[in-house]
């Protein structure tokens, strides 16, 4: 049986009913968010002023209109509120991002480094380092970090395994929150699929949908009636460890025949007869071959769009999503990819004949992961502003 509903709780509900609708009306005023909230106007006004001191909202001049009366003042959400900090470890490259409260990008930077064969420790170092430069950087008040790494994330922060980077069983959030340079912030860590797939959730809604990640290594995400799917353990989207050729190649994970194998950044450069080796992939060399129209080029982008589609047609065919949104390096080659993957899709989905699937780009192109790690402090503080409007209520 649920228990009463004390003050301070019914407090925090109002503020997120109030500043939800101020985020999706904007400018809103507080007659409009107690009409269209059932609160009375005394409420509002008074849930207004505390999300007014905590700078979650802001005022705008009214706008002129004709007839008698005053116009009322506006409500939007504050630019200069509290921000996100969004970071991201990646096979070759690190990524720091920063969004406000409206959700736009503020700052974005992303350094080249091959993290293979570091110790963790000394690419958290350089993690903190970075988060350090970028919240020093930004005239913003920075709430919470969001980290982005490419393997499976526990809920304690602990990185079970990521492969591509030689990491088990890593706690990423304790030794980050005690680093030299730490500008401490609060720090969760999530896995970098499933932060691109929420950064294309808010740059481009959509009911349901499967976000591919393509660097070195290949993940998913997967977006279900609007909500992020995670399953059972939070492990969900590991397409890149979906079995394509079942005598294939030996992938990183020990399994034969994997989607990374045939779709991973390396690997289509190894077949385009590009360096696959071991430094920062040169992903404008590849694009610049395509677009002259290199047969060997052309050919590994097909048989990197067959594997991606043949892999994402069995996720469509079980879960009944609308489209499969291709995201990191995939989205700059999505021109080349497309028409394979759907292609491969128009075949093997037992639906397409009556509910095609859509293929596209993701909207936020390379960073959606970053930006998505970003936007997910934001939305958890848009979500439930008390925790931070509670220290000056």
């Not at 034969?256 to 071991?278: H, T």
Request: charge should be negative; include cysteine.
């Amino acid at each position: 049986m649920d228990g009463p509903v004390r003050q301070r709780s019914l407090w925090q509900h109002n503020l997120a009913l109030v500043l939800r609708h101020v985020a999706t009306s904007a400018p809103v005023s507080r007659a409009e968010v107690a009409a269209a909230t059932g609160l009375t106007r005394a409420t509002v006004s008074s849930l207004v002023e505390d999300l007014l001191r905590a700078d979650l909202v802001a005022e705008v001049e009214p706008a002129p209109r004709a007839g008698a009366g005053r116009p009322a003042t506006g409500l939007v959400l504050s630019a200069g509120g509290p921000a996100g900090l969004g970071l991201e470890i990646n096979v070759d490259y690190l990524a720091a991002a920063v969004v406000d409260l409206t959700g736009a990008v503020r700052h974005h930077v992303v350094h080249r480094v091959d993290q293979r064969d570091r110790q963790p420790s000394a690419v958290l170092a350089d993690v903190a380092r970075l988060a350090a430069e970028t919240v020093g950087g930004v005239d913003l008040t920075v709430a919470a970090a969001r980290l982005a790494v490419p393997g499976l994330v526990d809920g304690d922060g602990l990185v079970r395994v990521a492969p591509n980077l030689g990491w088990r069983d890593v706690d990423v959030a304790g030794p980050l929150a005690a680093a030299e340079h730490w500008p401490g912030l609060p720090v969760s860590v999530d896995n970098e699929a499933n932060l691109g797939a929420l950064g294309e959730l808010a740059a481009a809604p959509s009911a349901s949908f499967l976000y591919i990640s393509g660097e070195v290594g290949v993940g998913a995400g997967l977006v279900l009636d609007g909500t992020l799917f995670r399953g059972a353990h939070g492990w969900s989207g590991e397409i890149g460890h979906v079995t394509v050729t079942p005598d294939g190649p030996v992938c990183r994970c020990g399994a034969r025949g994997c989607l990374e194998r045939y779709a991973g950044q390396e690997a289509i450069m190894r077949a385009a007869g590009l360096d696959g080796g071991r430094e920062p992939v040169a992903l404008g060399r590849l694009v610049d071959l395509a677009e002259a129209g290199d047969p060997t080029v052309r050919d590994a982008l097909r048989a990197a769009g067959t594997a991606l589609g043949i892999a994402a047609a069995g996720v469509v065919n079980l879960l009944d999503v609308d489209a499969v949104v291709l995201g990191g390096t995939f989205a700059a080659l999505a021109g080349w990819l497309h028409s394979d993957v759907e292609r491969e899709l128009r075949s093997r989905v037992l639906t397409a004949r009556w509910s095609p699937v859509e293929v596209r780009a993701c909207a936020l192109g390379p960073a959606a992961t970053v930006i998505g790690a970003a936007g997910a402090v934001v939305r958890d503080i848009r979500t439930a502003p008390a925790a931070w409007a509670g220290a000056v209520h």
